[in-house]
Each structure stands twice: as C-alpha cells, then as structure tokens.
C-alpha cells in the first residue's frame, strides 16, 4: 500500500509528534526521572550496606528502568487515546507498523535518556567505578536493551490502550515479556561495571542475547501492532 | 437428572454425558492406582505418589496452551473468522491456567518432599512460573471488553505472542542458570527407577486428565457460546430501547 | 507423617480445583441455557 519512503516519513513524522509533545510537557524530565531517582534512593535505604549497594547495582539500575518505562509507555499512549488519535491515523489509511516503528522510536529516546540518568545515579550514590572499556560496554548494552524494551514496549502498550484498566493490565503483561532483557541488561552491565569481579569480556555474549531479542520484536511488532490496536 | 434429559438443558448432550463418565471413573481407578497399588519409589520412597497428578496437570497444561495456539491461528487464517475456535482458544486458555497452577503447587510439595525446599530457582521451574503469569495476562485480556470479534482477534494475536516469548524467556533463564551452577538437584528425576506398575499408572494418569480435558474444555466452550449469545440479546435489546425512544 | 499429608494434601488440591472448576462450568452453562433458544445451542 505505502512505499517505503513513505513508511520512512510517517515514522519519523509520529516519532517527531511524540517527542514534541514531551518536550512542551515535560513529563519526563519533571515526573519520570525524579521517580526513576527516587526508586534508587529507597533501594539503597532497603539494602542499606555500601558493599551489596555496589555488587547488585546493574540489577538496581535495570529494575528501576523496568518501572520508570511503564509511566513513559502509559504515558504515550494516554496522549494517543485521550482524542481518539490512534483511531484517526488508522481511519486516515495510515500504515500501522510505521506507527508502530515511530512510536518505538520516540520511546527509546526517552528510555535512553532515562537509563543514562539512571547508570549516572548508579555511579554517584552506589560508588560505582568504570573503565573506559568498561563505559564503551555500558554504552552498547543501554541501546540494545532500549531498542528491544521500546519494541516491546510500544506492542503491549498499544494493546493495553483505550482499554478499561489498563493501568494493571500493562505490567502484568509486559513485565514477564521482558524479563530476558532484565537478565541480559543486568549481567551485561555487570561486566561493564566490574560488579562481583565479573571481566568487561564476559558482557558481549549478552549483549548479543538483548540484540537477538531487539530484532525479533522490532520485526514482529511491526506486523503484529496493526491487528492489535485495530478496534 | 431425568428431566434433564427430557429436555436437554445446560451444555451436556448424550455425548459428553459418556465422556464424563468415562472420566470420573477413570480418575477414580487412577487414584486407587496411584495411592494403594503402585510400590513405593526406590529412590523417590512414598513421595513419588504425588507424581501420578502433577505430571498429568502439567500435561494438561501444556496440550491446552497448545489448543490454544492452534486455535488462534486458525481463527486469523480461516475467512469466515468463525468465533467458535475464539471461544475453544479462551477455554483451553483457561484450563490451562488451571492445571499449571495445580501442577506448580504440587510441584512444590513433591520438591519440599524430594529436596528439602518447595522452590529451587531452576530453569523448568522458572519458566513454567513465567507461563502461568503469561497466560493469566492472556484471560485479563479476554476480558477486556469490546466487540467480540475485537476480543478475538486481540487475544488471538497475543497467543501467538506469548508462543514466541516462551522459548526467549525459556532460553535467557537457561543462561542465567548456567552461570549460577547452584540447582542441579531438578536433574535427580532422570536416574528414577520405574517399574511396571509405576509407569502404568503415570500412563494411565496421562490418558484419564486427556479425557478430563476434552470433557472440560467442551462444555467450557458451549458455555462461553451462550455467554456471547447473551451478550448479543442484551446488545439487541438495547438497539431496540433506543429506536423506540427516537419513535416516541 | 510430613510425606503422607502432603501426598494426600496433593491429590485433594488437584481434584478439589478440578471438581471446582467443573462445577462452575456446569452450573453457568446450566444458568445461561435456561432461556436460550435451541439456535443459541447447536449442540442440542
């Protein structure tokens, strides 16, 4: 039906919607990320010890994006279905996984920005230390992981859209979803930060877990998002 | 149960009647099988008993969730889009929320027995953990509301989902296990000794929760026809209210 | 004895949640069939 140039425009004109829409409110910076700040501060208060703070920290950081990621999606997808947006792209005839590809798009920016803070919060208040092998690792794991979480992500939100109760429908079908990207994130970051005496060499065959894991939902929610939000 | 039969009320016909005999009393006879008959394992001592339940549930479980699938993707790929195979994925779906429960809970008491402790953290356990939450999420959505042909292609979609996150999610805790070579002990099944009788009546036990299921997920489909048929009355009723108010 | 009531404890859970479950498909089949009309059950 559409071309791909076409597609191209359609994703990068939603995602451009969505971060625009971020940015005049800003959610994120005044909402989300003081929370995702906040969570860090009460798990040191639960595990009140430097030494474990230090060891578990990759898991800390992780969890926290978990959490902090189902605000931002409920988020943009209260923005869709408030008007009836959502519905009036699909009546316009527009090609459903160029939305979905946008709406990723717009969500991993977001997730990024968000976990950035999040290893940041790690660094100051966990004392963790980094090489610069180490941060290059970091690095990779945080846009792998994001690609795979926003996919995800953007799928079951859309499912769990313009649907009564979706405040508790959302995690209870997206958290055992993403739980492989929770075990690879966590023992990828853990070999960047050293956690444990884990080596920066051991966290690339997890990263190519979360890159397996990317890929095939970014193909199958582009095919699968379009039936799913279709009312 | 005379008038029953005279005229033929609820979702039983002469059929399933048959079947549903043949299941109690095969479940009966499975129980005298498993409780009084069979030996005592050499390894497993009296604890093995609890065998003859779980693994017929998980079996269960696992043909279910399998109907499930089936189901959905003949539901998508069919033309007509006929909504009883909507209703036979949302049954079986149910069931097997069912069994992997039950099979989970005696699981555990089998593994305080066996091991020492009711939850070892290893990757068969974990995985069916993550199954039973998977599918609960999947009736959460059936019940969503909407058209029902909004219901059946959601919840068709997502089963075919969760088909694809089983094995990711199976695999990733596999590797997660592997580095934390701790929970060996779910291996110690493979070097039990059965005899005979023992595997008999696991056998049985397959075959009797196999006709269970036909049985359940038969008059669970039937019912959830009348329930939509309900629905639909009750839709019409009130698209009659409203075009009597427009007239008046 | 642990072993015997929690064997015992097993096969009363599963039959009791099947029985359950049976009953409740049973009697909502029954509940919803007593004014549907013999279109509305195929099966019949």
């Known amino acids: ?231 | 149960m005379n008038s029953a039969v005279a005229s033929p009320r609820g979702t039983g016909t002469r059929n399933t009647r048959i079947l549903g005999i043949l299941t109690i009393a095969s479940m009966a006879f499975l129980a005298l099988l498993g409780l009084v008959f069979s030996a005592e394992d050499r390894d497993q001592g009296s604890s093995v008993r609890i065998m003859y339940v779980h693994v017929p549930s998980i079996w269960v479980a696992y043909i279910a969730f399998g109907m499930t699938a089936a189901c959905s993707a003949i539901y998508l790929s069919s033309r007509n889009r006929s909504l009883i195979w909507d209703r036979f994925a949302g049954a079986a779906g149910e069931i097997g929320v069912l069994f992997v429960a039950v099979s989970l809970v005696t699981g555990s008491l089998w593994g305080r027995l066996s091991w020492g402790t009711y939850w070892v953290w290893d990757a068969r356990l974990t995985s069916t953990a993550f199954l039973f939450i998977t599918y609960l999420g999947y009736l959460a959505v059936r019940r969503l509301g909407g058209t029902h042909r909004q219901r059946a292609r959601r919840s068709a979609v997502l089963a075919l989902l969760a088909i694809l996150e089983i094995p990711l999610v199976h695999f990733s805790v596999r590797l997660w296990r592997s580095l934390h070579q701790e929970a060996t002990v779910a291996t110690g099944g493979t070097d039990v000794h059965m005899d005979g009788l023992m595997l008999f009546s696991l056998f049985f036990g397959l075959i009797s929760f196999t006709l269970l299921f036909l049985w359940l997920v038969i008059h669970r489909q039937r019912s959830l026809a009348l329930e939509d048929a309900m629905e639909n009355r009750g839709l019409d009723a009130a698209i009659e209210a409203r075009r009597e108010e427009a007239v008046s | 004895m642990e072993d015997a009531s929690f064997i015992i404890g097993s096969w009363v859970l599963t039959f009791v949640a099947i029985g359950a479950y049976a009953a409740f498909v049973i009697r909502r089949g029954r509940e919803l069939s007593r004014n549907a009309t013999s279109e509305e059950m195929p099966w019949t």
């Not at chain 1, 700040?37 to 009460?42: C, D």
């Not at chain 1, 798990?43 to 800390?60: K, S």
């Not at chain 1, 316009?92 to 920005?113: C, E, H, T, W, Y």
């Not at chain 1, 405040?167 to 958290?175: A, F, K, V």
Request: aromatic share 8%; charged share 15%; hydrophobic share 60%.
């Open chain 1, 1 to 231: 039906m559409s071309t791909f140039e076409q597609r191209r425009r359609v994703a990068f004109a939603v995602a451009r919607k969505d971060l625009t829409i971020e940015w005049n409110s800003r959610i994120l910076v005044n909402q989300v990320a003081p929370f995702a700040a906040i969570i860090m501060v009460l798990f040191a208060f639960a595990l009140d010890n430097e030494g474990i703070l230090q060891r578990v920290a990759p898991g800390l950081v992780w969890l926290a994006t978990l959490f902090s990621m189902l605000v931002v999606i409920q988020r943009t997808f209260a923005v869709e279905s408030a008007d009836g947006a959502l519905d009036a792209l699909r009546v316009a005839g527009v090609d459903p996984s160029a939305i979905f590809i946008g709406k990723s798009l717009a969500l991993m920016v977001q997730l990024f920005a968000l976990e950035l803070l999040l290893v940041g919060t790690a660094v100051v208040l966990y004392g963790v230390e980094m090489s610069l092998v180490g941060f290059a690792e970091a690095i990779v794991t945080l846009l792998t992981a994001t690609v795979g979480l926003a996919c995800v992500g953007t799928l079951y939100g859309g499912l769990a859209a313009g649907a009564r109760g979706r405040e508790t429908l959302l995690p209870l079908l997206l958290l055992p979803v993403v739980a492989p990207v929770l075990i690879g994130a966590t023992r990828a970051t853990e070999a960047a930060f050293g956690s444990g005496g884990a080596q920066v060499s051991e966290g690339w065959p997890w990263i190519l877990l979360l890159a397996v894991f990317a890929v095939i939902f970014a193909v199958v929610g582009s095919v699968a998002f379009g039936p799913l939000v279709d009312e």
